[in-house]
């Protein structure tokens, strides 16, 4: 089928969560290029929103899932599995957390965070229910993490949603401080918040959310499914500001495409006991497989400096380009790999996003109408140079 016929056929069986998707259908991929049925090759700046972190046809990630799905794939939680304990033991290893949860995607290693955060109150005989959360957070689409994700668009069909969640704006120390009491079970946060357009939390912030927290008692939920593994040049994100939250998840990046989610928690947290959590699917063979190459090519290669090197390169060509356009530009902002172009009201994130696409490079979009650049992590800076100038282009004939 081709995209006309799929977007026909698509109409008609699934739902319409999605709307009109790209008008590009990838069937392949190589390196940091994914290319269609006709074999048009395009450059991916995009890479599944953060999940693609070592790119297309990495040979010891095919080879490695590959045998993995010719001895078992799955065989299910009531048997200990070899590539789960190692990948659970270099992600607390190299992060520094007691304990590790696996789950299959970003939302439900929320869920998790979560009711790790209802128990360990639970279980100190004081049972709280209020949950702070940021306003222009995204945490999931299940019912608690839309609940937690701080954006009325989400939540207007699905009310009461649960928990008490309190949205307090980023970035507003005060709020944040006056907003967690010796009610609050948890405060969650993303130390760049991704889906709203790339919008970093600032250290002051950061530092009130941590104080505030430990004066309460409450306990810190840290959301690094898009900005954990890597993508900002650290292995998380917090590690640029030498905090730990009691809980930090993991998704996107982590199983490079093969569905993986994971809840870390430090020993304070670490409050289930046999029955409390579970999951069919979580952290099977082939997910910690994959799982295991990603955590072993961060950990044992020079990748994360690549990433702060050319994360700096890139965004200091974004930041020349706000320059030389800064009525197209608003703001550059982000991290290592995970960058945002917020366009001025004049130009339509939307619409540059598939100008950009006709000229055969895909980027995505996120919230406030803003490029969202969140490439493989294996990205080089002449792929780079190519985006720079073709954006060029396309901001100069727009002018
Ligand atoms: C993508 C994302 C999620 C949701 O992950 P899913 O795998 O789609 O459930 C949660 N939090 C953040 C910060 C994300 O970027």
Redesign the pocket.
């Known amino acids: 089928m081709d995209y006309e016929q799929l977007k026909l056929t698509d109409a008609s069986v699934y739902m319409p969560t999605f709307g009109t998707r790209l008008p590009v259908v990838p069937q392949s991929g190589a390196g940091v290029m994914l290319f269609d049925a006709e074999g048009n090759g395009y450059l991916d700046f995009l890479s599944g ?2 999940v693609n972190a070592l790119g297309y046809g990495d040979a010891e990630f095919t080879d490695a899932v590959c045998g993995q799905v010719k001895k078992l794939t799955h065989a299910c939680n009531y048997f200990y599995n070899e590539p789960q304990t190692q990948l659970a033991q270099k992600l607390t290893k190299n992060t520094g957390y007691a304990r590790v949860f696996f789950s ?7 869920e998790c965070a979560l009711k790790l955060a209802l128990k360990y109150h639970y279980q100190k005989g004081a049972p709280r229910k209020k949950i702070v959360a940021l306003a222009d ?6 019912l608690a ?1 839309t609940a937690a994700t701080g954006q009325a668009r989400f939540h207007a069909a699905f009310q009461p949603l649960p928990y008490e969640f309190v949205y307090v704006p980023a970035n507003d120390c005060a709020a944040m401080a006056q907003a967690i009491d010796g009610s609050t079970a948890a405060v969650i946060f ?1 130390v760049i ?3 709203s357009g790339v919008h970093p939390l600032t250290p002051e912030f950061i530092q009130t959310i941590f104080a505030a927290a430990a004066q309460a008692d409450a306990l810190t939920i840290c ?5 954990g593994m890597g993508h900002t040049g650290r292995l998380l994100a917090q590690d640029h500001f030498g905090v730990r939250a009691d809980i930090t ?1 993991l ?2 990046a982590l199983g490079n495409g093969i ?1 993986i ?1 994971a809840c870390l928690c430090s020993d304070r947290a670490n409050v289930f006991e046999p029955g409390d959590h579970g999951t069919t699917f979580g952290g099977n063979l082939l997910a910690c497989t994959a799982g295991n190459v990603v955590i072993d090519r961060l950990t044992q290669t020079d990748l994360l400096d690549h990433v702060q090197k050319t994360g700096a390169c890139f965004k200091d060509s974004l930041l020349a380009l706000q320059r030389e356009f800064p009525q197209a530009i608003k703001e550059v902002r982000g991290q290592g790999l995970m960058l945002g172009a917020e366009l001025s009201p004049a130009f339509d994130a939307h619409q540059v996003q598939l100008a950009l696409l006709s000229r055969s490079v895909i980027v995505g979009t996120a919230g406030s109408n803003t490029l969202r650049l969140v490439p493989p992590l294996i990205i080089e800076p002449k792929h780079i140079e190519v985006l720079i100038c073709e954006l060029k282009e396309i901001l100069s004939c727009q002018d």
């Open positions: 929103i953060a299959n995607s970003g939302g439900e290693a929320n957070s995204f945490h999931g689409r299940t993490t993303e918040q991704g889906e959301d690094e499914v898009q900005t998840t998704a996107k569905p989610g």
